[in-house]
């Protein structure tokens, strides 16, 4: 059982602001119970997603100048591989750590929580084992997810990844709490993403149960645009975090799997507050009533919505790195405040 505060916000992972612990501070004035690490996007390709997650997996090259991350032509693939598996069985995190370089906003995340005594649970994210394999070209220029030996790979050196992150946040005496970023899922179905239900399901299913095998944990999986959200909603995630602003109303359509979902003890990250140019034209209040009301239409599938707000937390739709730093604060005020009409509501029912 996940033991996070209902409807209590964090937030999904990049950031515009340039000065770590700045990012850190202001995450931890607005959400104070459930901080995530800053990922800064604008310091440089080796902060963006993909290139963050790539250390520790085998044979791979990071392109600053091209901004790519590739198989490398020159380190041999078996011994890539027979190196990956032998860190993997010897149990030996420290080849899938993060570095400072490349994750700044962990490390002061991790230097600031420790003196803050409302913080319940650090949140972290990594690249999804989908999206990683989708973005990485084989030395054909081809995507390494339809080399079904590389992807599994993958998955055992991203779920290592996530449990480096999360064995930290413990180690602070904090409950950990991971996300997968799984934006390519939005092409699932097109020639975009020419890939099987099941398929999809595989990957991520062997990847977060390499993950949970490593201790308490919870897992989220992230897809800021639409998908076939049976596909998420049947594998074992903890929490499903998705763009509500913008895709509640195709998640709604998946009647029976959300009951399926939540029947099995399943949360939701409800992505309440834009992060494109819709920001522009809401407030805290506008928000609200349009949470009020889409928890009102999920209840009337038959979950109740005390049930629903119980296992609910708060986030923006998206990353928010495209933002002025001035707009992410506001993202962050919005958050703290929706969070506290949150539980208003819910101590009402």
């Given at each position: 059982?996940?033991?996070?505060?209902?409807?209590?916000?964090?937030?999904?992972?990049?950031?515009?602001?340039?000065?770590?612990?700045?990012?850190?501070?202001?995450?931890?004035?607005?959400?104070?119970?459930?901080?995530?690490?800053?990922?800064?996007?604008?310091?440089?390709?080796?902060?963006?997603?993909?290139?963050?997650?790539?250390?520790?997996?085998?044979?791979?090259?990071?392109?600053?100048?091209?901004?790519?991350?590739?198989?490398?032509?020159?380190?041999?693939?078996?011994?890539?591989?027979?190196?990956?598996?032998?860190?993997?069985?010897?149990?030996?995190?420290?080849?899938?750590?993060?570095?400072?370089?490349?994750?700044?906003?962990?490390?002061?995340?991790?230097?600031?929580?420790?003196?803050?005594?409302?913080v319940q649970a650090l949140k972290g994210q990594l690249s999804g084992p989908v999206t990683f394999a989708g973005m990485v070209k084989d030395l054909e220029?081809?995507?390494?997810?339809?080399?079904?030996?590389?992807?599994?790979?993958?998955?055992?050196?991203?779920?290592?990844?996530?449990?480096?992150?999360?064995?930290?946040?413990?180690?602070?005496?904090?409950?950990?709490?991971?996300?997968?970023?799984?934006?390519y899922l939005t092409g699932f179905g097109s020639a975009y993403l020419p890939i099987s239900k099941g398929e999809?399901?595989?990957?991520?299913?062997?990847?977060?149960?390499?993950?949970?095998?490593?201790?308490?944990?919870?897992?989220?999986?992230?897809?800021?645009?639409?998908?076939?959200?049976?596909?998420?909603?049947?594998?074992?995630?903890?929490?499903?975090?998705?763009?509500?602003?913008?895709?509640?109303?195709?998640?709604?359509?998946?009647?029976?799997?959300?009951?399926?979902?939540?029947?099995?003890?399943?949360?939701?990250?409800?992505?309440?507050?834009?992060?494109?140019?819709?920001?522009?034209?809401?407030?805290?209040?506008?928000?609200?009533?349009?949470?009020?009301?889409?928890?009102?239409?999920?209840?009337?599938?038959?979950?109740?919505?005390?049930?629903?707000?119980?296992?609910?937390?708060?986030?923006?739709?998206?990353?928010?790195?495209?933002?002025?730093?001035?707009?992410?604060?506001?993202?962050?005020?919005?958050?703290?405040?929706?969070?506290?009409?949150?539980?208003?509501?819910?101590?009402?029912?």
């Open positions: 059982m996940l033991h996070l505060p209902p409807l209590a916000a964090t937030g999904i992972g990049s950031v515009p602001f340039t000065d770590p612990d700045e990012a850190a501070a202001s995450i931890l004035k607005y959400l104070p119970e459930v901080p995530f690490w800053p990922q800064m996007v604008r310091l440089g390709f080796p902060e963006e997603m993909v290139a963050q997650a790539a250390r520790g997996l085998p044979g791979l090259k990071l392109d600053l100048e091209g901004r790519t991350v590739a198989v490398a032509p020159d380190i041999p693939r078996e011994e890539a591989l027979a190196r990956l598996y032998e860190e993997v069985w010897a149990g030996d995190l420290a080849p899938f750590a993060l570095e400072q370089g490349e994750a700044s906003g962990f490390f002061a995340l991790l230097k600031a929580a420790p003196s803050q005594s409302a220029g081809k995507p390494i997810l339809f080399d079904r030996e590389l992807t599994q790979a993958v998955c055992q050196g991203l779920a290592r990844k996530a449990v480096w992150q999360a064995e930290k946040f413990r180690e602070l005496g904090k409950e950990a709490v991971i996300f997968f970023d799984e934006p999809v399901m595989e990957i991520l299913t062997e990847t977060l149960d390499a993950v949970r095998q490593s201790g308490p944990i919870a897992i989220g999986v992230h897809c800021c645009g639409n998908t076939d959200w049976s596909l998420l909603l049947e594998v074992p995630i903890d929490i499903l975090s998705f763009d509500s602003y913008g895709y509640f109303e195709s998640l709604r359509l998946f009647e029976k799997p959300l009951q399926g979902y939540f029947a099995r003890g399943g949360w939701l990250a409800w992505g309440l507050v834009p992060t494109g140019e819709d920001l522009k034209g809401e407030t805290a209040d506008s928000l609200w009533e349009r949470f009020q009301g889409q928890v009102q239409q999920l209840a009337e599938s038959g979950i109740a919505a005390k049930e629903i707000l119980s296992r609910s937390i708060l986030t923006p739709a998206c990353g928010m790195g495209y933002l002025t730093p001035e707009a992410a604060d506001l993202v962050l005020l919005m958050l703290a405040e929706l969070s506290g009409k949150g539980r208003t509501w819910l101590a009402s029912l």
